[in-house]
């Protein structure tokens, strides 16, 4: 049985594989080329481009944004490349990839890492959600964040994965089938944002990308906070959920079996909560709030297997995801390094901070974290709506609102930080003192 | 089971600890030529990946031997996790 299901889950990682090899993957938007001005010519306004992996240089005009006396010349950049009706390709947008790091902003790295990476550790997913918009403030263009941020995901997921193997808490095979199914959720995910991108254009596109995150962060959010919230009460009893349980009855071939999670499900159960990460990580990027509560609510496993299990499936994704980044050689090392430097810790903290808590705080944190994003990116709405011509809203209105959405971000990780290390150290505190009353009682007893 | 004490990693942290820590400034000192090359795209893909593979390991070793060595370890006895 275990060949089967070996094979089974082979085929699917190769025409994965396959598949985002045709359609170029989860990688960067199409346009984007990086290479190196060579010389620029301000009087017909055209620069010469080296294209990276390209032995010949090409001539592109420069579109009416980019001013030819602020291209950098012989430096690494990026280029958004606009197609006009004639089929001639200008230059849209410049931007350096590599920003200079001065000491705040390593020491701002390193911090975000430690945070992002207890979270991580703790929930199973996060700290992405978070890095990204820190790096992109700090300078640093948006597919460049994102492809480093990538690049520092798949070896701490892996690491917290290891950690929380040790401790029984990862559900591998779950976590194989998650992944796996997730990849080709992916793809069905970056087809629709494809067709979107078409018909709407980028504001489109960006509404509906914020749209499906509130939507999914209020309502997933919410229910995990409020189960949450009935457990800390001890309102209710741990349960299965009724959802679970129903689907555990449900019958069709090929049945799954899942040690460490304890349930027994069909195929036709579990790889639809895969497809539907996986699509929902190819619209916000934070595939882990729908995997982690799929897996509690519809596959029916426990928080604490839940979190542990999603760890595996971030570290297949993230490797595949750098894989596609770093082929189009957009990710900056030095900022992957820094962020590990401090997630490597923080990551391994969290872990081992499972081992103190009672299940229903990973969900207090996980519901937390996901309502106090869902206003992070809700604060940006106004402004798309206004991209579309939907609604008015002034330069300083969208200043204020894209600082609430920053803020928010940086205050869902000081939340779940602040949750985290306090129940953290208050479980450490418990199981000491249980400890030492225990050596009393075994002093007492045998004299 | 407390009257057993286990001996805290030092040298595993010191050793991994060093070995981090020239990697990091290695790294560093010769960033103008990593960034050339781990920035080339295509196969030099595996560039990025296979670094962040080994700071993992390097650098995760180290970190696992400080927190052990600051006594934070896991909980030894694990009630069998409840579903929810």
């Known amino acids: 049985m275990k060949k089967v299901y070996a094979v089974l889950l082979a085929i699917l990682l190769l025409l994965s594989f396959s598949q985002a090899a045709l359609a170029g993957g989860g990688g960067p938007p199409e346009g984007v080329k990086v290479g190196v001005f060579t010389s620029v010519n301000p009087d017909d306004n055209t620069a010469v481009f080296m294209q990276n992996g390209k032995s010949d240089a090409t001539v592109l005009k420069l579109g009416e944004t980019v001013k030819a006396g602020a291209i950098p010349v012989d430096q690494k950049v990026m280029i958004s490349l606009d197609k006009a009706e004639n089929g001639e390709e200008t230059v849209k947008d410049v931007s350096r990839m590599f920003i200079g790091l001065k000491l705040e902003k390593i020491l701002a790295l390193l911090l975000i890492g430690l945070i992002g990476g207890l979270l991580s550790g703790f929930i199973g997913s996060g700290g992405a959600f978070v890095l990204t918009p820190s790096m992109m403030s700090l300078g640093v263009p948006g597919a460049v964040a994102v492809a480093s941020n990538m690049c520092h995901k798949f070896p701490k997921a892996m690491v917290g994965a290891y950690k929380r193997f040790k401790y029984g808490q990862v559900d591998l095979k779950l976590g194989l089938v998650m992944a796996f199914s997730a990849i080709a959720g992916v793809q069905i995910g970056i087809k629709i944002q494809k067709i979107i991108l078409n018909n709407w254009g980028n504001a489109g596109s960006n509404l509906y990308v914020s749209l499906v995150f509130v939507a999914v962060l209020v309502i997933v959010g919410g229910y995990v906070f409020h189960d949450a919230r009935k457990l800390a009460k001890g309102g209710s009893e741990v349960t299965t959920s009724k959802l679970a349980l129903a689907l555990q009855k449900v019958q069709i071939p090929p049945m799954m079996n899942f040690k460490t999670a304890g349930v027994r499900l069909s195929a036709w159960v579990t790889l639809p909560v895969g497809l539907a990460t996986g699509m929902l990580a190819a619209t916000i990027a934070v595939g882990g709030f729908i995997g982690v509560p799929g897996m509690i609510y519809v596959v029916g496993a426990s928080a604490l297997v839940a979190s542990a299990t999603e760890l595996v499936v971030a570290f297949i994704m993230g490797f595949w995801g750098s894989v596609q980044w770093g082929i189009s050689g957009l990710i900056d090392i030095r900022m992957t390094l820094l962020i590990l430097a401090g997630s490597l810790f923080g990551v391994q903290l969290g872990a081992l901070g499972t081992t103190y808590v009672k299940d229903y705080v990973i969900k207090i944190v996980m519901g937390a974290v996901m309502l106090i994003v869902a206003v992070s990116r809700g604060a940006k709405v106004p402004v798309y709506l206004s991209d579309l011509g939907l609604m008015n809203v002034n330069s300083g209105m969208e200043h204020v609102l894209n600082s609430i959405s920053f803020w928010a971000l940086v205050a869902a990780l000081a939340t779940a930080g602040i949750i985290i290390t306090g129940a953290m150290v208050k479980g450490m505190m418990q199981s000491r003192a249980e400890e030492r009353h225990a050596l009393q009682e075994s002093v007492a007893k045998h004299g | ?84």
Not at chain 2, 21 to 26: K, L, Q
Not at chain 2, 45 to 62: D, E, G
């Open chain 2, 1 to 84: 089971m407390a009257a057993y004490k286990k001996r805290k990693p030092y040298v595993k942290a010191i050793i991994f600890g060093i070995v981090s820590v020239f990697s990091y400034i290695y790294l560093f000192k010769n960033v103008g030529l990593v960034m050339e090359g781990f920035t080339r795209g295509g196969a030099y893909a595996a560039l990025p990946v296979i670094t962040a593979f080994y700071f993992s390991f390097v650098h995760a070793a180290f970190c696992s031997n400080v927190l052990e060595i600051m006594g934070l370890e896991a909980k030894r006895k694990k009630s069998v996790p409840v579903k929810g």
